[in-house]
């Protein structure tokens, strides 16, 4: 039977709607993470983000060392993580025998589905103690220098760098293999064509899904900036700021988990839904500027023809 068109139209309109609803629903929570902060806003102005006191009994308050765990965690975790979730890619596009490909596509993504909470106490128990063991290995030298000072206690910003690696792998590897996945078989016929090795022809393959693979690890880095659970069990929870590994740190995640349910008056409050407004915006940016460059890539390789994109990578 023929559709008509009025059928088209409705089709269009109600779907249309769906993301219509999408992006009130994203403008709604910024608007009443807002609106809720406006006290804080008036109340500290530019100064909540530059100041380090954080003092809810004399009611001053200040965010900068929040802000500094949470790039700093963030940052450090994907320094960790994007080699390893790369190498997880090519592996298992490339390289992997078909028959052990779903398996470790399936393994893989089942990182995702583990809740934070298990990761969290899966730290405490096994990577804590670990951690606390390397602190104390290494030579007094390297102790003395700025970013290994502190005690050797476990908890602090490289065991929080550690498992927030583990937790955005999965993320990274899973948006980078579907990536290599698009690349045209074009490009490595034509490194092979050259004369280059299968190393040398990953290596072109790898230069043109570039923007897609920053992209992926932009999403890694949404990912890693909004994690709650497993970090507040392992960074320490202290609200100071220091270059160094060993230390106990804070996240703005982590401090609106400790102190939203405790809140000593409304300014104390408002000041924790000010942190969660500057999460909201930093996560909203990476995570838009990530499927950007992914559509970007996309993009590029659907339009280009086999000619128009130079296997340089090979040369």
């Not at 698009?182 to 299968?198: D, H, I, K, M």
């Not at 990530?290 to 130079?310: F, G, H, K, Q, Y």
Request: proline share 6%; hydrophobic share 55%.
């Amino acid at each position: 039977m023929r559709a008509k068109p009025s059928d088209d139209v409705a089709f269009r309109i109600g779907t249309g709607a769906f993301g219509v609803l999408l992006i009130g629903l994203v403008a709604a929570i910024g608007l009443v993470l807002l609106k809720q902060s406006m006290p804080s806003i008036q109340r500290f102005g530019v100064d909540f983000w530059h100041t380090t006191t954080w003092d809810p009994v004399a009611g001053v308050f200040g965010a900068l060392p929040f802000i500094w765990g949470t790039l700093y965690s963030s940052l450090l975790a994907l320094l960790i993580s994007t080699p390893i979730a790369i190498g997880i890619a090519v592996f298992i596009s490339e390289l992997c025998p078909r028959p052990l490909r779903q398996p470790l596509v399936f393994l893989t993504e089942l990182l995702a589905a583990i809740p934070s909470i298990v990761y969290g106490l899966w730290s405490i128990f096994v990577l804590v103690p670990a951690v606390r063991a390397f602190e104390r290995s290494l030579p007094e030298v390297l102790q003395r220098l700025p970013l290994f000072t502190g005690p050797p206690l476990g908890l602090g910003m490289l065991s929080a760098g550690l498992v927030l690696a583990i937790m955005v792998l999965p993320f990274t590897s899973s948006v980078a293999r579907e990536v290599l996945k698009s690349v045209p078989a074009s490009q490595r016929e034509a490194a092979y064509a050259l004369g280059a090795t299968r190393f040398e022809a990953i290596r072109a393959a790898l230069y043109y899904a570039r923007t897609g693979i920053v992209g992926a690890v932009m999403l890694g880095f949404g990912r890693a900036l909004g994690e709650t659970m497993a970090v507040t069990m392992v960074i320490g929870n202290s609200v100071r700021i220091s270059p160094s590994l060993f230390a106990p740190q804070y996240t703005m995640a982590a401090v609106i988990a400790n102190e939203f349910t405790e809140a000593a008056d409304d300014l104390h409050l408002s000041a924790l839904v000010e942190v969660g407004l500057l999460l909201f915006i930093i996560t909203l940016i990476v995570n838009s500027l990530s499927r950007l460059l992914i559509w970007t890539m996309n993009r590029s390789a659907a339009v280009l023809s086999p000619a128009d994109e130079p296997v340089e990578a090979v040369r």
